[in-house]
């Protein structure tokens, strides 16, 4: 980034970011809790069934003298790693991000640590679909991506997930689709 001195309409980290005729309308964090949703529960119970098999495997291997039972760590890791990801992860992730909305962007930026630092924006258009979850906290869909796999792509979607104002946020992004920013 520049070295230039911010303005009012770009404060300090965003010179360099901003266009010249946009301005911050909102910014803000997601919350942190650890949320449980049914594709979680499938992976955690896959992971547990793995983390046991292994941990089954180890102590029958262990009664057989030597060393071999230690392959099984390997095994045991994943499934408490397939667990752990999948109750903590999401929870790990927001705790790490940051939102902010302008007059014509959304932007989600990340910070994980060891993962570069990423920040991605989103054009707000009339034509932006917008999903509403009215929850609480609420969420804001307003993107998709889609991600390469081996067997393909899948599609993920993006937005200001689970943050506390969600209503006014979303009003807000409404009055930008209508110009009203």
Excluded: C
């Excluded at 009012?8 to 997601?30: F, K, S, T």
């Excluded at 529960?41 to 983390?51: E, N, P, R, V, W």
């Excluded at 009055?175 to 920013?181: D, H, K, L, P, V």
Aim: proline share 6%.
């Amino acid at each position: 980034m520049s070295g230039a001195a911010p303005t009012p309409d770009q404060p300090d980290g965003w010179a360099g970011i901003l266009d010249p005729d946009e301005h911050i309308v909102w910014q803000g964090r997601p919350d942190t809790k650890v949320v449980i949703r049914p594709g979680n529960i499938f992976l955690t119970l896959f992971g547990a069934l793995f983390a046991g098999f292994a941990l089954f495997w180890m102590v029958l291997a262990s009664g057989a003298g030597g060393g071999m039972w230690m392959f099984g760590l390997i095994h045991f890791s994943v499934g408490l790693a397939l667990m752990g990801g999948a109750l903590f992860g999401g929870a790990y992730k927001r705790r790490y991000t940051w939102y902010t909305l302008t007059n014509r962007r959304a932007f989600i930026a990340r910070n994980l640590p060891v993962l570069p630092r990423s920040l991605k924006s989103y054009p707000i258009t009339a034509e932006t679909r917008l999903e509403y979850v009215d929850d609480t906290p609420g969420t804001i869909w307003f993107a998709q991506e889609y991600r390469r796999t081996k067997n393909g792509h899948t599609k993920h979607r993006m937005g200001f997930e689970r943050i506390p104002n969600a209503r006014d946020v979303y009003a807000r992004m409404r009055a930008i689709q209508r110009g009203e920013a």
